[in-house]
């Protein structure tokens, strides 16, 4: 079975056994610690952690795209806010009549701009399992819908990449405006409960966390299992010689098209997870820039390894959080500065160094060896 | 049949019902065959009413000065490129130029480029896994499983292109004759009844030449093969039948020493050489 093959695999035993460890840990000294033990996780602290973890599956699902199947998405972030959005829409839908105007259907924006019921697009959303479904079909649907249009056309290389980067552009302008009933400027907020547990608790809070965890395990082994089944060779194949894969009678944009619209739901799902533990959905998830900096994680961690992706992730966010805290202004400058080093001295990111130092052991499994197993 | 008549037949099969992939069928004579084929380029005729075909089992040459439209022709009967009239069909039952590029590949036309294009950053194994045929959509790709005999089937054809000792090999270190094989070897393992091969020697040692030719002739009778080729000495040493092309038409056919000794072949195209 294509799914249950990386669990055989020794890299994904390493990575998934590092981020049990770790969602353990940080649970532990959480729950067991006395607050001023050194050792003591606090609850923004648990949160930061869940925070780095559904960009690390951002990540990922971009890393599945650009690394394995050469698509240069800079546009990742709409699907990433999309899934967010979904969410909030639930979220706000929970608030039910404890909002600051207290009407029980209507969010406060809403109230507010004086609308007298709600658009049609907000039903359904006061039940969990339709939004839970709209987070993984919203993004989904405009990538294939995307997708169908541009792989159709052979559109592929800079001109896609600028494609992405003009669709998030063109919805963070559409989501701006308070016309669209999704909050406008100010986005979604001041959720109370997800599925019955209040959003302020720090119980909450970690459950969040482990979900987080739980979502990124899962969606790792779901892109690994593509990336070592034959359908992720062939992506390989359509990344390095598209019109030749074409020839072996692969319908390359198919293929395109299958990848690149599960690695939208994998952004969405890591949206999804993110608004609640931040607390807010704004346009501004949806902006070019942050799309281009989940472009820069990937690529410090290393391209096409998937476990790159999640170093380049946390590390970068960790750093963004180190840096804004001391010196807010240099950040864009920090962030630009190693990329440019990396680029130069480590063309294949923080995995290509692992790497190096792996295959003096090792060989790569070929991937006979890796059906029989 | 009118409409009306196809539709009252209760034992007609409509033309869009009626199965694409049936076998080529070439009891009728040649698996190949281009007729009054035109295709001009921003008002520059590549190809003009040319004619050709080729036999089941044949090993045919296509020699041509540059320009000639050799590799047009090559993109018109995979389905890359459109001719602007004429009609290319493959056995009697398959029109081309209604098919597009995998289902012309699916149906058994390979296609070798001029320049060697394998998958670098794949295996050799994994090379020739992927040419395979096989069922190519997503999810039965997907779900593939690597089976005996399939490995058996590469492990064959490891053997006729003579790389059995790189299987585990990234493609991308191999030497570019062996990438050559390679891509034969690939064209092989999809089970074609018709081979494209185009400039196979390009930039070869005089000993992959050799193996080359070998390799190239031990196919024709099971497979037909098509070579498009410039070096005249490697076409000497495998072709029975010549066809030369100039200006995008036919200008003569036949064996390699009455095409050599053709006064208008001498003069457009050997004559360089000579």
Request: with cysteine.
């Amino acid at each position: 079975m294509w799914l249950t093959r990386p669990l055989q695999e020794r890299s994904t035993q390493v990575f998934l056994g590092v981020l049990f460890a770790a969602l353990v840990v940080v649970s532990a000294l959480h729950l067991f610690m006395p607050e001023d033990s050194a050792l003591y996780v606090s609850s923004y602290t648990v949160t930061l952690l869940g925070k780095y973890l559904c960009y690390a599956l951002l990540a990922v699902a971009v890393d599945l795209v650009w690394g394995y199947l050469g698509i240069l998405s800079l546009g990742h972030g709409a699907f990433f806010a999309l899934g967010g959005y979904a969410m909030g829409m639930y979220l706000m839908r929970q608030i039910g009549d404890r909002g600051t105007y207290g009407d029980p259907i209507l969010p406060d924006f809403m109230v507010f701009l004086n609308w007298q019921e709600l658009p049609w697009y907000w039903h359904g959303f006061d039940m969990a399992w339709f939004a839970f479904i709209m987070v993984l079909l919203a993004p989904g649907l405009l990538a294939l819908v995307f997708g169908f249009l541009a792989f159709r056309s052979r559109v592929t290389g800079v001109y896609l990449s600028i494609i992405t980067q003009a669709l998030t552009f063109a919805l963070m302008l559409a989501f701006f405006r308070n016309e669209m009933g999704f909050g406008g400027n100010n986005g979604l907020t001041d959720f109370k409960d997800i599925l019955g547990f209040d959003l302020r608790t720090d119980a909450t809070r970690l459950g969040l966390f482990i979900a987080t965890g739980i979502a990124l395990a899962v969606g790792y082994v779901i892109c690994r299992g593509i990336v070592t089944s034959k359908l992720g060779r062939v992506s390989v194949a359509c990344r390095d010689a598209e019109a030749r894969t074409r020839f072996l009678g692969y319908r390359v944009e198919r293929v395109q098209l299958f990848v690149f619209v599960v690695s939208a739901m994998l952004a969405g799902v890591a949206g999804a997870l993110y608004v609640p533990q931040v607390g807010i959905i704004n346009p501004s998830e949806f902006s070019p820039l942050f799309s281009i900096e989940i472009v820069v994680w990937v690529a410090l961690g290393g391209r096409a390894t998937l476990y790159g992706a999640v170093i380049g992730a946390i590390l970068v966010n960790y750093a963004k959080t180190v840096f804004t805290g001391i010196m807010p202004d240099a950040w864009l400058f920090a962030l630009g500065g190693l990329f440019v080093l990396v680029t130069v001295f480590l063309p294949k990111g923080i995995a290509g160094l692992l790497q190096k130092r792996r295959k003096a052991e090792t060989t790569e499994p070929t991937p006979a060896q890796e059906a029989t197993a | 049949m009118s409409i009306f008549e196809q539709l009252t037949d209760r034992e007609h099969v409509f033309e869009f019902l009626a199965p694409v992939q049936s076998p080529v069928d070439v009891r009728h004579g040649p698996i190949l065959y281009l007729e009054d084929v035109s295709v001009s380029f921003d008002g520059f005729r590549a190809i003009n009413n040319l004619n050709l075909t080729i036999d089941d089992g044949e090993l045919r040459c296509i020699i041509g000065p540059n320009g000639a439209g050799k590799t047009t022709m090559m993109d018109i009967i995979t389905g890359k490129t459109r001719p602007d009239t004429g009609s290319v069909w493959f056995g009697s039952r398959h029109n081309l130029l209604t098919m597009n590029e995998p289902d012309i590949a699916t149906l058994g036309i390979g296609r070798k480029f001029q320049k060697p294009t394998v998958f670098e950053a794949l295996t050799v194994f994994a090379n020739l896994e992927l040419a395979m045929a096989a069922d190519k959509r997503i999810f039965p790709t997907l779900t593939a499983i690597m089976k005996a005999e399939y490995r058996d089937r590469i492990d064959e054809v490891l053997e006729l292109i003579g790389l059995k000792d790189l299987r585990d090999r990234l493609a991308g270190i191999l030497s570019h004759g062996q990438k050559q094989w390679l891509e034969i070897g690939m064209l092989l393992m999809q089970k074609p009844r018709l081979l494209l091969v185009d400039e196979p020697v390009a930039g070869m040692t005089e000993q992959e030449m050799d193996r080359t030719a070998e390799l190239l002739t031990s196919l024709a009778g099971k497979q037909s093969v098509v070579v498009v080729e410039h070096d005249m000495g490697f076409v000497r040493s495998i072709a029975r039948q010549v066809t030369v092309l100039h200006q995008g038409s036919v200008l003569a056919e036949g064996t390699m020493d009455q095409v050599s000794n053709d006064p208008e072949v001498i003069k457009v195209y050997l004559g360089e050489d000579a």
